[in-house]
């Protein structure tokens, strides 16, 4: 049997009423209105509740339209305090805290009903590193919403059992769902005792050897390999290669030029070339004929004989040795000289 202690229920609180809700099918504190009008346990004159069990159940239901806040407030053997309030309005991945309180988020669905059990001493071992718990002091519970039974036991509640393993006296209509949240969770304890830790990140990286030199059973040695310059994506043919260039292509991307055959002329087509007749000079022939010096007669006082060729485009003889054109009518153009 679960060793329960009654803080509120059946009238016990003087500042709201304790009355039966058709909707609910049993008997709530609705809590409404501003700040002021918290509902707040112990009530005046009494200033602390003394309550040593660890922990905390509230009974409790949100409208669509309710953002409450549960502030709890903690005492050690040093006779410190420390307040904890869970908002349903802060979305903070990591608790904000101070030397006298801490914001923590607490995440509650609507419409339904929830026995939230807080684990007192876990909380203060994770949001209060320089007390420890030793007593309940206070409860506050901000508008708006619906508060059924608070409670605190030396059992927790099982976040699976879905509200059949509340203790006698506590237990919801069986017409009336209701779920087992367990404060803090998992999730949001793992993330405040990250909060603790150092803020500066470290990088872990897997490529790095172990202390001992060895790897983990689980994990196969990774060949070793040598690292390879990567090649340049600059074409062959702009690879600058003067000493000013700052590019120098490795061995890999230099390429052997292609190779050709050589392709040697066929006996038909072994004919002797208009270079070669000029003796490597051809004449340049204007596009206008009455502009050449073309003369009538050889000259006479030639020593050796000159060579003449028949040029047919321009109907006239010309000499590569000393490049003058002459029209001799009277010498057929196939004549040797």
């Known amino acids: 049997m679960l060793n329960t ?12 009423s304790y009355s039966f809700n058709k909707e609910d099918k049993c008997s709530i504190y609705r809590v409404e209105g501003i700040r002021k009008q918290s509902f707040r346990l112990p009530p005046p004159p009494a200033t602390s509740l003394q309550i040593t069990a660890r922990y905390l159940v509230i009974q409790i239901r949100l409208a669509m339209e309710d953002t409450p806040t549960i502030t709890i407030t903690l005492g050690d053997d040093s006779g410190n305090h420390f307040n904890f309030a869970f908002s349903t309005v802060i979305r903070k991945v990591r608790p904000s805290s101070s030397q006298m309180c801490a914001l923590i988020s607490l995440t509650l669905p609507k419409n ?19 007390g420890s718990f030793i007593v309940l002091d206070s409860i506050e519970v901000s508008p708006t919403c619906s508060i059924r039974n ?25 017409s009336l769902a209701s779920r087992n949240l367990l404060v803090p969770e998992k999730l949001l304890l793992s ?8 803020k500066i990140p470290m990088r872990v990286s897997s490529s790095f050897p172990r202390a001992s030199g060895t790897l983990a059973p689980d994990q196969p040695p990774k060949p070793s390999t040598v690292s390879q310059p990567k090649p340049s994506r600059i ?20 390429k052997e030029p292609p190779t050709y055959e050589p392709v040697y002329p066929s006996n ?10 000029f003796n490597g000079i051809a004449p340049s022939i204007p596009t206008d004929i009455n502009l050449l010096d073309i003369k009538s007669e050889l000259p006479q006082d030639e020593e050796e004989e000159l060579e003449l060729i028949y040029i047919d485009s321009i109907g006239c003889y010309y000499c590569p040795s000393n490049q003058q054109y002459y029209q001799l009518d009277n010498i057929p153009k196939d004549t040797d000289f």
């Open 5 to 16: 202690i009654k803080i509120c229920g059946q009238r016990m609180h003087k500042c709201y």
């Open 112 to 130: 339904l009903w929830m026995n939230v059990c807080f684990d007192l001493q876990e909380i203060a071992a994770t949001y209060w590193p320089s």
């Open 150 to 174: 608070i409670y605190a036991t030396t059992d927790p509640l099982d976040p699976s059992a879905n509200g059949t393993d509340l203790p006698k006296g506590y237990e919801f209509p069986s």
């Open 191 to 198: 993330d405040a005792r990250s909060s603790k830790k150092s």
């Open 235 to 254: 074409p062959q043919a702009n690879i600058n290669m003067s000493v000013d260039s700052n590019i120098i292509p490795t061995p890999t991307e230099l």
């Open 268 to 277: 038909d087509e072994e004919e002797e070339s208009d270079d070669d007749a």
